[in-house]
């Protein structure tokens, strides 16, 4: 049995790396990826692991294995040389036996496989192929985003909140923006469980925020760059103030689904609509208190949008742009 290694960051996973793998995968019968993720970094290791395991479910011949290691102890860097890869070459040698082959598209892997007695086969070594890097990545993310691995992509996408109080045009501008950027978007859930606010129970609240926090997870798989969501658990935290006077208490994983980038806040300055399932608009204003509280006690910083339905998209990409796309370093 023929047993190949390739070693990397993935920091973050990209095609080049999957045209790497795929091509030492045809020359051995097991190939050993080695993820080695720096106590550094800032993506884990594990979340590194999880894309390369996904990308590569169907082929049990890829076997992704995890290093942590602490830059104490291994030296990381991007130059090869053969100090640098006789350290990794020890390390490698105490946790596997019988390497045949590395396969790198870097000068270290030839120095790596004679310190390791092997042999090592060169892919790509002038990046005609797949012309990136995982540091152009880093820079740019946006401008190489085609680039990222699918399994990997949704980690990168920003997920843009638009709240605010019933009828300021959430729903409305939630699928507009998703249309004008290509993307999916996450409609206000709520209205999958209730016909009208005044119905609302608080185990209604706690059904609507799990709903909401798994539809974000569904959706941001599908998304390109951005999600936009209708509403979050803030929202509805601050209904069930406004509405029992209680605390919201919901599962961590609902909360970790409620991380975004940007809170986009839709100030109740346009015309109020009842469409027969909202609160009368004395209430929908105080209302629109409570949100805005909500967000100030957890330190959240909104982006505030007035003025007529235009206006708030026009708004709207101003900021989006202003935040993601003039300056992309990431």
């Given at each position: 049995?023929?047993?190949?290694?390739?070693?990397?960051?993935?920091?973050?996973?990209?095609?080049?790396?999957i045209?790497?793998?795929?091509?030492?995968?045809k020359?051995?019968?097991?190939?050993?990826?080695?993820?080695?993720?720096?106590?550094?970094?800032?993506i884990?290791?594990?979340?590194r692991?999880?894309?390369?395991?996904?990308?590569?479910?169907?082929?049990?011949?890829?076997?992704?294995?995890?290093?942590?290691?602490?830059?104490?102890?291994?030296?990381?860097?991007?130059?090869?040389?053969?100090?640098?890869s006789?350290?990794?070459?020890?390390?490698?040698?105490?946790?596997?036996?019988?390497?045949?082959?590395?396969?790198?598209?870097?000068?270290?892997?030839?120095?790596?496989?004679?310190?390791?007695?092997?042999?090592?086969?060169?892919?790509?070594?002038?990046?005609?192929?797949?012309?990136?890097?995982?540091?152009?990545?880093?820079?740019?993310?946006?401008?190489?985003?085609?680039?990222?691995?699918?399994?990997?992509?949704?980690?990168?996408?920003?997920?843009?909140?638009?709240?605010?109080?019933?009828?300021?045009?959430?729903?409305?501008?939630?699928?507009?923006?998703?249309?004008?950027?290509?993307?999916?978007?996450?409609?206000?859930?709520?209205?999958?469980?209730?016909?009208?606010?005044?119905?609302?129970?608080?185990?209604?609240?706690?059904?609507?925020?799990?709903?909401?926090?798994?539809?974000?997870?569904?959706?941001?798989?599908?998304?390109d760059?951005?999600?936009?969501?209708?509403?979050?658990?803030?929202?509805?935290?601050?209904?069930?103030?406004?509405?029992f006077?209680?605390e919201?208490?919901?599962?961590?994983?609902?909360?970790e689904?409620?991380?975004?980038?940007?809170?986009?806040?839709?100030?109740?300055?346009?015309?109020?609509?009842?469409?027969?399932?909202?609160?009368?608009?004395?209430?929908?204003?105080?209302?629109?208190?409570?949100?805005?509280?909500?967000?100030?006690?957890?330190?959240?910083?909104i982006?505030?949008?007035?003025?007529?339905w235009?206006?708030?998209?026009?708004?709207?990409?101003?900021?989006?742009?202003?935040?993601f796309?003039?300056?992309?370093?990431?």
């Amino acid at each position: 049995m023929i047993t190949g290694l390739v070693l990397g960051k993935f920091y973050p996973f990209h095609k080049g790396h999957i045209g790497l793998i795929q091509f030492a995968k045809k020359q051995c019968d097991q190939l050993i990826v080695l993820i080695c993720a720096s106590d550094k970094e800032t993506i884990t290791g594990s979340v590194r692991l999880k894309w390369l395991e996904e990308n590569f479910i169907d082929d049990p011949e890829i076997k992704p294995t995890l290093l942590n290691y602490s830059e104490k102890d291994l030296p990381n860097t991007s130059v090869s040389s053969e100090k640098t890869s006789a350290t990794w070459a020890a390390k490698i040698s105490s946790s596997f036996t019988g390497i045949d082959i590395v396969f790198s598209s870097e000068p270290y892997g030839a120095y790596l496989a004679n310190f390791l007695k092997c042999r090592h086969i060169s892919y790509d070594p002038l990046r005609t192929i797949y012309q990136i890097s995982s540091s152009a990545i880093r820079k740019d993310i946006f401008k190489y985003w085609d680039f990222i691995a699918p399994p990997a992509q949704p980690y990168f996408v920003k997920k843009i909140c638009i709240c605010g109080t019933e009828s300021t045009g959430k729903s409305i501008l939630a699928e507009k923006l998703a249309k004008a950027y290509h993307t999916a978007f996450v409609p206000e859930m709520a209205r999958e469980i209730l016909l009208t606010t005044d119905d609302c129970t608080p185990q209604h609240l706690i059904q609507i925020a799990a709903l909401q926090a798994a539809t974000i997870q569904q959706k941001i798989q599908l998304a390109d760059k951005f999600l936009f969501v209708d509403t979050d658990i803030n929202t509805t935290r601050s209904y069930s103030r406004f509405l029992f006077g209680k605390e919201l208490l919901v599962p961590q994983w609902v909360n970790e689904a409620n991380h975004f980038d940007l809170y986009l806040f839709l100030e109740n300055d346009a015309p109020y609509t009842q469409d027969g399932t909202r609160l009368d608009r004395q209430r929908r204003d105080q209302l629109n208190l409570y949100h805005r509280e909500e967000l100030a006690n957890r330190k959240i910083k909104i982006e505030l949008i007035t003025g007529n339905w235009e206006e708030r998209f026009e708004k709207a990409v101003l900021i989006i742009e202003k935040f993601f796309l003039s300056d992309q370093n990431i």
